[in-house]
């Protein structure tokens, strides 16, 4: 769907409420009333730009990325009060998405050929989402792990640290997240493959998405082994958190941006 671009600012600003509630305040009525609202608007915008199709451009896949993740997370609060205390670094993030998506919306998108029952990539689709909602959400609680280890080593709290879960939580949610990522990744590898097989008759083709997505799983699996097994924690194993995040920013819409903008 071909549109101007000051719709697609609209949308974007339509974000911001939330960011500027979560850091001020981070919690009561008026950050989960803007977050609601955020949510939805990052639901119906996405709906309105694939339309009955799908459009596989840099700025749709930002904004599908925004929706799932305001998505993901808001069903996650209903579930543990740990991960509400993000939200003061994860409604900054997904608003400068927005702003992002909306600047790009007017590179054209570059047509997919593949040959793919729409059942079957629909699925593949729905799991690569979740993959990157879910270790977008474990990002941002390694971010909270580093500025959280930093108040404390300085013994003075700063106005993020106070607005954060504690350093055990943030910690938690990490390790928890990165757990979930990891598994509907090797779903989604799985998937993808099937995907593959029945487009071009090979389960692998080796290009740069599937070189980003595999050292991503290496990663992300890596860390998760080595904190069962050694307790490896803290700023390190944020650090490893956020790499493997870049991994999958790259293979997805990294990917798009240089097929879509720099190439296209």
Not at 117 to 129: E, I, K, Q, R, Y
Not at 132 to 146: D, H
Not at 167 to 194: F, K, P, Q, S
Not at 231 to 246: I, K, M, P, S
Request: glycine share 10%; charged share 10%; proline share 4%.
């Amino acid at each position: 769907m071909t549109m101007g671009l000051a719709p697609h600012l609209a949308a974007a600003a339509c974000l911001l409420p939330a960011a500027v509630v979560a850091v001020r305040d981070g919690r009561g009525v008026a950050l989960w009333a803007s977050f609601g609202f955020a949510g939805l608007v990052a639901a119906a915008w996405t709906t309105a730009q694939f339309g009955p199709s799908w459009s596989p451009g840099f700025g749709s896949a930002l904004w599908l990325t925004v929706a799932a993740t305001l998505a993901t997370y808001l069903a996650l609060c209903l579930v543990t009060t740990r991960i509400r205390r993000i939200a003061c670094l994860l409604a900054p993030y997904l608003a400068l998405l927005g702003l992002i998506a909306a600047v790009w919306s007017q590179a054209p998108a570059r047509a997919t050929t593949d040959n793919v029952p729409v059942a079957w990539f629909g699925v593949h689709t729905a799991l690569s989402v979740a993959t990157y909602a879910f270790v977008t959400l474990a990002a941002v609680a390694g971010v909270g792990v580093v500025l959280q280890e930093r108040a404390l080593k300085r013994r003075e709290p700063g106005r993020f640290a106070k607005l954060l879960p504690s350093l055990n939580d943030c910690e938690h949610l990490e390790y928890r997240l990165l757990g979930v990522g990891e598994a509907v990744l090797a779903a989604g590898i799985v998937t993808g493959m099937g995907a593959q097989y029945v487009s071009d008759g090979a389960p692998i083709v080796i290009n740069h998405k599937t070189i980003l997505t595999v050292a991503a799983f290496v990663v992300i699996g890596a860390l998760l082994l080595a904190r069962q097994r050694w307790g490896t924690r803290g700023r390190r194993a944020a650090r490893y958190v956020l790499v493997g995040y870049l991994l999958m920013t790259l293979a997805y819409p990294g990917v798009k941006f240089v097929t879509d903008i720099l190439i296209g």
